[in-house]
């Protein structure tokens, strides 16, 4: 669903949506969910620069 939002430029849904998920994935407590989450954040935080980059 983040990545949707990502796509329509909607930054703080997106990380509205990534807190979400960090949180569900912290309650399971497994590690490699919680490190998913934040590596699908991370690429979408760089997209999103990269392409604030090309707006400019």
Do not use: N, P, Y
Request: aromatic share 2%; charged share 35%; with cysteine.
């Amino acid at each position: 669903m983040a990545e949707a939002f990502a796509e329509l430029g909607d930054r703080s849904t997106v990380e509205q949506c990534m807190r979400v998920a960090e949180g569900l994935a912290s309650r399971t407590g497994d590690v490699t969910q919680v490190d998913r989450v934040r590596l699908i954040a991370a690429r979408l935080a760089e997209r999103s620069l990269a392409q604030e980059r090309i707006e400019r």
